[in-house]
């Protein structure tokens, strides 16, 4: 009778062990979801500045007043970038990821929808500053650039820069005036082991066309 009871005393402590692990388990889980959860991307009123080609705005008629360093503006409306591309060029786009949640996160990855190696593009990435000089194995849709040691502490911001320059392999595919807008980059974030792919707003697509859109008019 006594070993009996000792065994299920054993049974019910290790029951309850596991128990306590598993509503710990998922505490974490869930505080690390909601961790992640928090961040976002944003962008300023003109998040493209390029040299050797001419950056329009969608709709017509944006303002020139509010141009800050580099050609980056800091109103609060957003107009769709359009980039002419040329040959030689070279491009920064720039956003931020923004932490809204209650922990730091790191940022370990951005990706960069229509512009891998085996799709017909204007443009090509080289690098996405800060941190951002180790390009990966490009996805089925995207190009891919880990970010090394870039924590983003809670109620902060981080910006970064995407580097793009004219693809002059693919140019021939592409008929003056023609072009395409990829969706606009994603971002990798993490805490506590849980990873997250953060999308930007769809409203923040930026187009690029062959040549001047002037001439297209």
Same mark, same amino acid.
């Given at each position: ?42 962008? %300023? @009123?003109?998040?493209? /500045?390029? *040299?050797?080609?001419? =950056? ?5 008629? +944006?303002?020139?007043? &509010? !141009? ?72 089925? %849709? @995207?190009?891919?650039? /880990?970010? *090394?040691?870039?924590? =983003? ?5 981080? +910006?970064?820069?995407? &580097? !793009? ?53």
């Amino acid at each position: 009778m006594g070993e009996a009871r000792v065994r299920r005393r054993a049974i019910l402590i290790a029951a309850l062990a596991v128990g306590a692990i598993a509503v710990v388990t998922a505490g974490w889980q869930i505080a690390a979801w909601s961790a992640v959860g928090g961040v976002r991307i944003v962008y %300023d @009123a003109r998040p493209v /500045a390029c *040299e050797g080609a001419e =950056v329009t705005l969608e709709p017509p008629g +944006a303002s020139d007043d &509010l !141009l800050g360093d580099g050609g980056f503006a800091w109103d609060e409306t957003f107009y769709s970038s359009v980039v002419g591309v040329e040959p030689g060029m070279t491009c920064a786009i720039r956003f931020f990821v923004v932490n809204d949640g209650w922990s730091d996160i790191d940022a370990q990855a951005v990706a960069l929808p229509g512009m891998q190696e085996e799709y017909v593009s204007l443009v090509r990435p080289t690098m996405v500053n800060p941190n951002g000089q180790t390009r990966l194995a490009d996805t089925d %849709d @995207a190009a891919v650039f /880990a970010i *090394e040691s870039m924590p =983003v502490a809670a109620g902060e911001q981080q +910006a970064f820069t995407v &580097l !793009l320059e004219a693809n002059a392999e693919d140019a021939d595919g592409y008929e003056p005036c023609s072009g395409f807008i990829p969706r606009a980059p994603r971002v990798v974030v993490s805490v506590l082991g849980v990873q997250r792919s953060v999308a930007s707003p769809e409203a923040s697509a930026i187009g690029y066309y062959a040549g001047a859109r002037a001439a297209c008019d």
